[in-house]
T-cell receptor, first 115, second 111 residues
């Protein structure tokens, strides 16, 4: 089946620094990718929809200047957490959709810890 | 926003069928029902989806009521590895259409 890969799987950074997370669709092209955030013992929360070649669409309450999304190619979307703070520590998950069957494929997730 | 309601948690004996219910009373005619599961600290895994007919694959069966206001995911012979959080999602098919997750059901398979 289709595969979505994320990198890095774990990252620890100091407060105030920026962190980039990559999401790749390995065997299909994705004009749209989605970014989610998940806090412990909670469900996945959709942060934004990443559109290839255009600006991302952010969900209400998500700061677009804080979470920068770039979707420069049909197989790569990146999420940059700028000036990270401890409250940004979370599990970040990306996903992309197959064109024929409608299901969404998810990456393995990236756990961010901000010290 | 999520349009589904699921029980918070369920237990199932190993080897027995696990039946996970989902209510989606406001589902639209062009929305499909999807089921995913998430094992701790991993990305969600696709299980099955359907529109109005019952569906079966190697992992599970999906039973959708005739009025489409509810559905049941059936794991025919639950194993310990099926312990996970199961999410029921309704969505219009289309690569640009978002998936909104509800709270899901935490299924524990008991030896």
């Amino acid at each position: 089946g289709a595969v979505v890969s994320q990198h890095p799987s774990r990252v620890i950074c100091k407060s105030g620094t920026s962190v980039k997370i990559e999401c790749r669709s390995l065997d299909f092209q994705a004009t749209t990718m989605f970014w989610y955030r998940q806090f412990p013992k909670q469900s996945l929360m959709l942060m934004a929809t990443s559109n290839e070649g255009s600006k991302a669409t952010y969900e209400q309450g998500v700061e677009k200047d804080k979470f920068l999304i770039n979707h420069a190619s049909l197989t790569l979307s990146t999420l940059t957490v700028t000036s990270a703070h401890p409250e940004d520590s979370s599990f970040y998950i990306c996903s992309a959709g197959g064109t024929n069957t409608g299901e969404l494929f998810f990456g393995e997730g990236s756990r961010l810890t901000v010290l | 926003d999520a349009k589904t309601t699921q029980p918070t948690s369920m237990d199932c004996a190993e080897g027995r069928a696990a039946n996970l219910p989902c209510n989606h009373s406001t589902i639209s005619g062009n929305e499909y029902v999807y089921w995913y599961r998430q094992i701790h600290s991993q990305g969600p895994q696709y299980i099955i989806h359907g529109l109005k007919n019952n569906e079966t694959n190697e992992m599970a069966s999906l039973i959708i009521t005739e009025d489409r206001k509810s559905s049941t995911l059936i794991l025919p012979h639950a194993t310990l590895r099926d312990t996970a959080v199961y999410y029921c999602i309704v969505r219009v098919v289309g690569t640009g259409n978002q998936f909104y997750f509800g709270t899901g059901t935490s299924l524990t398979v008991i030896p």
